[in-house]
C-alpha cells in the first residue's frame, strides 16, 4: 500500500519502538514511507486487514490472495558470480550466473519501487535470529541439505517398500499354468531388482539421516542420496508395474513413477 495521503495505521504508533541498529539505509534504501520493524504478530494482522491486502476467515485464519505467479520456478533463480562465489556455486540451468552490473540495476528499480511506500521489516525473525542476517544463501544450503535427507528419500523409499510387499504378495498368489507366477525367471528378476533397490535406498536413508540425527549437515551425501533414491524409485515403480500388469489397478504406480520423475529436478 502506497500511503500517499499519511493515513495513520493501526501500528504506527509502534513502527519503530523495535527499530534494529542497521537500519535500511545501510542497504541502500532511502525515501521509503514508514518503515515497521519487528511487529508482533497481532498488529500484523491489523495491518494486513486495515490496508485490505488480506481477509479473516470466519474460523480466525488469514487469507491472502497472492494473484497470477504463485508458482516456484528454478529457471527463475540467480546468483551474483564474484570472487567469493565462483568456486562455491554449481553452475547452470538451475543455478544461474548474474552479474554484479544486473544485480545493480536490479537493486536500483527495488529502491525506486519503495520510493514513498511502507515498508515491514520482522528482522528478528530471520531463520537462525539476527545474527544470520546476509548469510540466507547459507542458510538455504544448509536447510536443504537437511530436507533432502529426510523427505524426498523417504518417501520414495517408502513408496518402494509398498511395491514390493504388494508385489510380492501378488506373484505369491497370481498362478498361470497353476504356478505361482513368481516362480517364472522373469517375474523373479523384477522380484530380485525390487527388493534389491529398496534395501540400497532404505540403507542410505539410515545412514545420512543418521549423520544429521548427529548434528551434521552433508549436503553432497543428502544431493545424491535425493537424486538416487528418487531415481531408483522410478525403477521400482517400472518393475511393479511390469509384474502387476493389466491384471490390478496400476494407476497407484503411475502415479508414483510421476510423481518421483518431479522430484528428480525439484526440491534443491
Same mark, same amino acid.
Given at each position: 500500500?502506497?500511503?500517499?495521503?499519511?493515513?495513520?495505521?493501526?501500528?504506527?504508533?509502534?513502527?519503530?519502538?523495535?527499530?534494529?541498529?542497521?537500519?535500511?539505509?545501510?542497504?541502500?534504501?532511502?525515501?521509503?514511507?514508514?518503515?515497521?520493524?519487528?511487529?508482533?504478530?497481532? &498488529?500484523?494482522?491489523?495491518?494486513?486487514?486495515?490496508?485490505?491486502?488480506?481477509?479473516?476467515?470466519?474460523?480466525?485464519?488469514?487469507?491472502?490472495?497472492?494473484?497470477?505467479?504463485?508458482?516456484?520456478?528454478?529457471? /527463475? %533463480?540467480? $546468483?551474483?558470480?564474484?570472487?567469493?562465489?565462483?568456486?562455491?556455486?554449481?553452475?547452470?540451468?538451475?543455478?544461474?550466473?548474474?552479474?554484479?552490473?544486473?544485480?545493480?540495476?536490479?537493486? !536500483?528499480?527495488? *529502491?525506486?519501487?519503495?520510493?514513498?511506500?511502507?515498508?515491514?521489516?520482522?528482522?528478528?525473525?530471520?531463520?537462525?535470529?539476527?545474527?544470520? &542476517?546476509?548469510?540466507?544463501?547459507?542458510?538455504? $544450503?544448509?536447510?536443504?541439505?537437511?530436507?533432502? *535427507?529426510?523427505?524426498?528419500?523417504?518417501? !520414495?523409499?517408502?513408496?518402494? %517398500?509398498?511395491? $514390493?510387499?504388494?508385489?510380492?504378495?501378488?506373484?505369491?498368489?497370481?498362478?498361470?499354468?497353476?504356478?505361482?507366477?513368481?516362480?517364472?525367471?522373469? +517375474?523373479? @528378476?523384477?522380484?530380485?531388482?525390487?527388493?534389491?533397490?529398496?534395501?540400497?535406498? /532404505?540403507?542410505?536413508?539410515?545412514?545420512?539421516?543418521?549423520?544429521?540425527?548427529?548434528? @551434521?549437515?552433508?549436503? $553432497?551425501?543428502?544431493?545424491?542420496?535425493?537424486?538416487? *533414491?528418487? @531415481?531408483?524409485?522410478?525403477?521400482?515403480?517400472?518393475? &511393479?508395474?511390469? +509384474?502387476?500388469?493389466? %491384471?490390478?489397478? +496400476? !494407476?497407484?504406480?503411475?502415479? *508414483?513413477?510421476?510423481?518421483?520423475?518431479?522430484?528428480?529436478?525439484?526440491?534443491?
Amino acid at each position: 500500500m502506497n500511503n500517499l495521503f499519511k493515513i495513520p495505521t493501526p501500528a504506527a504508533a509502534q513502527a519503530g519502538v523495535l527499530k534494529s541498529d542497521y537500519g535500511l539505509e545501510n542497504h541502500g534504501f532511502s525515501g521509503t514511507g514508514l518503515v515497521y520493524w519487528n511487529l508482533p504478530t497481532e &498488529a500484523l494482522v491489523e495491518e494486513m486487514l486495515f490496508r485490505g491486502e488480506a481477509k479473516m476467515s470466519r474460523h480466525g485464519p488469514i487469507v491472502a490472495t497472492t494473484g497470477k505467479l504463485t508458482g516456484r520456478s528454478a529457471s /527463475d %533463480k540467480f $546468483v551474483v558470480r564474484e570472487a567469493s562465489t565462483e568456486d562455491q556455486i554449481w553452475w547452470g540451468q538451475y543455478n544461474r550466473p548474474f552479474n554484479p552490473e544486473s544485480f545493480s540495476a536490479l537493486h !536500483a528499480r527495488l *529502491c525506486g519501487y519503495l520510493q514513498g511506500r511502507d515498508v515491514f521489516v520482522p528482522a528478528d525473525f530471520i531463520i537462525g535470529g539476527p545474527k544470520t &542476517a546476509g548469510q540466507g544463501w547459507r542458510m538455504l $544450503v544448509e536447510q536443504l541439505s537437511v530436507g533432502r *535427507c529426510i523427505s524426498l528419500p523417504s518417501s !520414495a523409499t517408502g513408496g518402494a %517398500k509398498a511395491a $514390493v510387499f504388494a508385489t510380492g504378495a501378488y506373484a505369491r498368489i497370481r498362478r498361470q499354468f497353476n504356478t505361482p507366477v513368481g516362480r517364472f525367471e522373469g +517375474v523373479a @528378476e523384477a522380484i530380485a531388482r525390487l527388493a534389491g533397490h529398496t534395501y540400497i535406498m /532404505d540403507a542410505a536413508r539410515s545412514v545420512t539421516a543418521g549423520a544429521i540425527d548427529g548434528g @551434521e549437515k552433508p549436503s $553432497v551425501p543428502s544431493a545424491m542420496l535425493k537424486y538416487h *533414491c528418487t @531415481e531408483f524409485g522410478r525403477v521400482v515403480a517400472n518393475d &511393479a508395474m511390469d +509384474v502387476h500388469g493389466g %491384471k490390478v489397478d +496400476v !494407476a497407484r504406480y503411475v502415479k *508414483c513413477h510421476r510423481d518421483l520423475t518431479g522430484a528428480i529436478v525439484t526440491a534443491g
